[in-house]
């Protein structure tokens, strides 16, 4: 089959006005949980889009630890590709495709750091591994092989064995606060539903459909 042929009529279910909640957080939380009762794969993967200084945007999975009414959070190296473009240029969005829901959520707005206890917090509830692995990764640079990696995470294992890991001065999180939100649901014949929440300038929320 070629791939002008690779088509799928979607069908599960429809999105009106009157189906969205007020906050579009609690309209995304809703969704969230749906996607988890689906069993959709990693339901907090979103791929998030930065641009560099010459305009050029680029794009990785990445997964979204926190959500409250102030924004969208997740964590990574400041020092990585999406944190130099992000020290540039605070615009983002950041899209995540229930695929098997027939659903993606489409947030843009502004990333800013989130404070240094919101950052260690996370960072020691993650793994040991996972901890030791922000020590090793000087995320997007150009390494030699796999064994520098290797190499690090025993020297770390050896340097903090017993010991607490701290958490790197280069390593934290960003709060994306939305200035849109879309809530995209696959309709037949490609007339899909696309609702999408703007923030107006007195913090309230306005919602306009958008043409599929």
Not at 33 to 51: L, R, S
């Amino acid at each position: 089959m070629s791939l002008a042929d690779l088509r799928k009529d979607y069908s599960l279910a429809g999105l009106t006005e009157k189906d969205l909640a007020k906050d579009p957080f609690r309209q995304f939380e809703k969704w969230f949980q749906e996607a988890e009762a689906g069993k959709v794969i990693e339901p907090n993967a979103m791929t998030v889009c930065t641009v560099d200084s010459n305009g050029q945007p680029s794009a990785r999975t990445l997964l979204l630890k926190a959500l409250d009414g102030r924004g969208f959070v997740f964590f990574t190296n400041y020092e990585s590709r999406k944190g130099r473009q992000l020290a540039a240029n605070a615009r983002v969005s950041l899209l995540f495709p229930w695929l098997a829901l027939e659903r993606q959520v489409l947030v843009e707005g502004t990333a800013t750091k989130v404070t240094r206890e919101e950052s260690e917090t996370y960072f020691h509830s993650r793994p040991r591994g996972s901890q030791l692995g922000a020590w090793v990764s000087q995320q997007s640079t150009i390494i030699p092989g796999r064994a520098v990696l290797e190499d690090s995470l025993q020297a770390l294992e050896k340097k903090y064995a017993g010991a607490e890991v701290p958490l790197p001065a280069n390593w934290g999180g960003y709060r994306v606060s939305p200035e849109t939100i879309e809530f995209w649901q696959g309709r037949r014949s490609r007339l899909h539903d696309r609702l999408r929440y703007r923030r107006e300038k007195d913090g309230s929320w306005s919602v306009e459909r958008l043409a599929p």
